[in-house]
Every structure is written in structure tokens, then in C-alpha cells.
């Protein structure tokens, strides 16, 4: 059974940095795409990042060049690296992963993943 279990959430002032985790478990972690996806409060979810099997990367354009997604397949986790955070990015970040192994996919679309984590809190005060 796939199990994701995020961490490194919290409360940061605007400017900050925060990095979260997402560890999983029950399968062959180098072998599947993860990402990011986040919903913030009166708001749908929506992608943040995600990277393939073979490292390639793909973010939302409102965290493009703030964010940073990549994965230690060593450590069966996958970090989100954000910076320069604003106020807007107040929300609960989920971790997902699909049930199949596929290159090509809508990384982009969170009906795509399979699998979720159950959310870690990120609080950006201004």
C-alpha cells in the first residue's frame, strides 16, 4: 500500500523560506512521478510542481522561479524548496503520486494522481 506522509510545514513571514518533505513508502519510489499540489482557504486545489521519473521538472507559473521541486529516490522523498514566500501561498500542501508508471502524463492535472498524502500546513504571515 502507497503511503506519503508530507512534513516541514509551519508559519514563516513573508520573504521566507520553507522546505517541505514527503516521504513514501509501499512500492518502488524511482519509478513513479510525484508532485505538488496545494489548496488554499475558499480555493480549489491546484498544481504547484512535479518531476518525472527521470528528473524533469514542471511548475505552476505562479511559483516558477520561487519553488523548487526534487527528489532523493535514496530517501523514497521528494522536497518542495520555496522561497520568497508571499501571503498567497497560504495553504495546505499536498504531496501525490500516480498509480502507474507513465512518461506521459499531465503532470498538471491532479486527476492524474492516484495517491495523496494528508497535507501539511503552510502560513505565510505579511
Known amino acids: 500500500q502507497v503511503q506519503l506522509v508530507e512534513s516541514g510545514g509551519g508559519l514563516v513571514q513573508t520573504g521566507g523560506s520553507l522546505r517541505l518533505s514527503c516521504a513514501a513508502s509501499g512500492r518502488t519510489f524511482s519509478a513513479y512521478a510525484m508532485g505538488w499540489f496545494r489548496q488554499g482557504p475558499g480555493r480549489e486545489r491546484e498544481f504547484v510542481a512535479a518531476?518525472?521519473?527521470?528528473?524533469?521538472?514542471y511548475y505552476s507559473d505562479s511559483v516558477k522561479g520561487r519553488f523548487t521541486i526534487s527528489r532523493d529516490n535514496a530517501k523514497n522523498t521528494v522536497y518542495l524548496q520555496m522561497n520568497s514566500l508571499e501571503p498567497e501561498d497560504t495553504a495546505v500542501y499536498y504531496c501525490a503520486t500516480p498509480r502507474l508508471s507513465i512518461r506521459l502524463m499531465n503532470y498538471r492535472s491532479a486527476g492524474q494522481y492516484d495517491y495523496w498524502g494528508q497535507g501539511t500546513q503552510v502560513t505565510v504571515s505579511s
Open positions: 518531476i518525472s521519473s527521470n528528473y524533469y521538472t
